[in-house]
């Protein structure tokens, strides 16, 4: 009877006795939380550049950038607009009239939708538009169909992170030209279409310091042979949360531009960014 008892006691305090809890999940790290707070939220961005010079020579530059991208569990959109104006006087000579030359004229407007089928893949369409006067370049008209690959996505504990994303596409433009300098002049309108290979990889030294790089390739196989390579390298400091200074050095090049225009152009210019 006592053993009886005894075991009995046992089976009750072992029935009585609290299970396991299961031990907590780590705190998230400080870019855990703000990745967390940007999910399905506009990530814009607003860069300005100018330059202004006055004396025996006048020049003028002004260039404007405005970024937007929202990322959802199934969709990424993203917003682009780009601005150049520079003008520039020579050095005056007795006797000769005042003139004033346009050296860059040139706006663009990209429109990008990603459905994503997992975290890595996804596929796109894309529209958009271009202007740029001193190569001649009136107006094109873009539209682009294709896969996205996202290699990896890391972010760091210090705030930093590290992105690649490669993309397969087919991309048809329709170019209408005019000679705006230095006589205006209509040109013939060209078209263009065939896959384009694309690359965007960001580093961030950490949270202060990024890195980005963007190269796009298009050979076209309509209306003779035609290839356009376009490459830009951005390095953007922090000064404040919001504020930053962003270094961009541009190279396009194509193959068969306008009538009298070069084929490569390169830029580099220097403005102050803002992040809402």
């Given at each position: ?76 959109y ?60 009136e ?9 996205g ?29 005019f000679?705006?300098y ?95």
């Amino acid at each position: 009877m006592a053993e009886a008892i005894e075991l009995l006691a046992k089976g009750i305090a072992r029935t009585a006795a609290p299970a396991e809890q299961p031990a907590p999940p780590p705190p998230a790290t400080p870019a855990e939380k703000k990745e967390e707070a940007k999910k399905d939220v506009w990530d814009v961005t607003v860069g300005l550049g100018l330059i202004f010079i006055t004396g025996n020579a006048s020049t003028v530059t002004f260039n404007g950038l405005v970024t937007a991208e929202r990322k959802t569990e199934d969709w990424i959109y993203a917003v682009r607009a780009t601005g150049v104006y520079g003008e520039s006087r020579p050095p005056e000579v007795e006797g000769a009239p005042e003139t004033s030359q346009v050296v860059a004229l040139n706006a663009a407007i990209q429109l990008r939708g990603d459905r994503r089928f997992n975290e890595k893949i996804s596929g796109y369409l894309l529209a958009g538009a271009e202007t740029d006067h001193v190569k001649s370049v009136e107006a094109r008209g873009i539209g682009e169909a294709g896969i996205g690959l996202i290699w990896w996505d890391l972010k760091r504990k210090d705030g930093g992170d590290s992105f690649l994303r490669t993309d397969l596409a087919f991309r048809y433009a329709r170019e209408t030209r005019f000679q705006y300098y230095p006589t205006r002049m209509d040109l013939p309108d060209v078209s263009l279409g065939g896959p384009r290979f694309g690359a965007t990889f960001r580093y961030s030294i950490n949270q202060d310091v990024a890195l980005l790089e963007e190269i796009s390739v298009l050979p076209s196989l309509i209306e003779g042979s035609r290839l356009l390579v376009g490459n830009q390298t951005q390095l953007s400091v922090k000064l404040t949360k919001a504020l930053a200074v962003t270094t961009t050095f541009l190279l396009q090049y194509d193959s068969s531009p306008a009538e009298g225009k070069v084929p490569t152009d390169t830029s580099l210019a220097v403005s102050a960014t803002v992040t809402f």
